[in-house]
Antibody
Framework: EVQLVESGGGLVQPGGSLKLSCAASGFTFSGSAMHWVRQASGKGLEWVGRIRSKANSYATAYAASVKGRFTISRDDSKNTAYLQMNSLKTEDTAVYYC???????????WGQGTMVTVSS | SYELTQLPSVSVSPGQTARITCSGDVLGENYADWYQQKPGQAPELVIYEDSERYPGIPERFSGSTSGNTTTLTISRVLTEDEADYYCLSGDEDNRVFGGGTKLTVL
């Protein structure tokens, strides 16, 4: 079965750090670009960033709102992508989805999301 | 930075045609994708590269782009099509979603 499963969400204080994981199965993870997308409660989708495949030098790119605070990485041996979030702010509170360019140039597979709450 | 503009809401009756638009300068040089999101669920890809229907998506769904506007058209709308719809575009290093359109099937 083709799927993405996120984990690692939770409650963290402002200024703190959290690392999310995204475990992939059922498709060629190593060849797929991986993205993170977030959604605050009752709000729209926001692209957070992406990491490309080894063939594309694991290149990363980030939204301006998280650049310098968030880092995306991947471990192809574990079929897992990561989102390291530092210097968290209350406005980072959202459901975080990982998504992949599996068979198209679009986000054609999504995880179920993991909730991150930044609050004191 | 890029911006994509969508109307917040569209309402249609069952059996009618719904047209959801998305506009922005980024569309003049980049493809657009469309995602459907139902309450409590993750988004799902509907249309990619402006007009390609993702496998498993009914033929009632189609996409087109003209200039800086991309349109998702849903023909013969069903109650099950009621959802939020988001466009997405951008280049390799910067993607942006539209604000989303809530489709209500009356």
């Amino acid at each position: 079965e083709v799927q993405l499963v996120e984990s690692g969400g939770g409650l963290v204080q402002p200024g703190g750090s959290l690392k999310l994981s995204c475990a992939a199965s059922g498709f060629t993870f190593s060849g797929s670009a991986m993205h993170w997308v977030r959604q605050a409660s009752g709000k729209g989708l926001e692209w957070v960033g992406r990491i490309r495949s080894k063939a594309n030098s694991y290149a990363t790119a980030y939204a301006a709102s998280v650049k310098g605070r968030f880092t995306i990485s991947r471990d192809d041996s574990k079929n897992t992508a990561y989102l390291q979030m530092n210097s968290l702010k209350t406005e980072d509170t959202a459901v975080y989805y990982c998504t992949a360019e599996m068979a198209t140039t679009a986000f054609d597979i999504w995880g179920q999301g993991t909730m991150v709450t930044v609050s004191s | 930075s890029y911006e994509l503009t969508q109307l917040p809401s569209v309402s249609v009756s069952p059996g009618q045609t719904a047209r959801i638009t998305c506009s922005g300068d980024v569309l003049g040089e980049n493809y657009a994708d469309w995602y459907q999101q139902k309450p409590g669920q993750a988004p799902e890809l509907v249309i990619y590269e402006d007009s390609e229907r993702y496998p498993g998506i009914p033929e009632r769904f189609s996409g087109s782009t003209s200039g800086n506007t991309t349109t998702l058209t849903i023909s013969r709308v069903l109650t099950e099509d009621e959802a939020d719809y988001y466009c997405l575009s951008g280049d390799e290093d910067n993607r942006v979603f539209g604000g989303g359109t809530k489709l209500t099937v009356l």
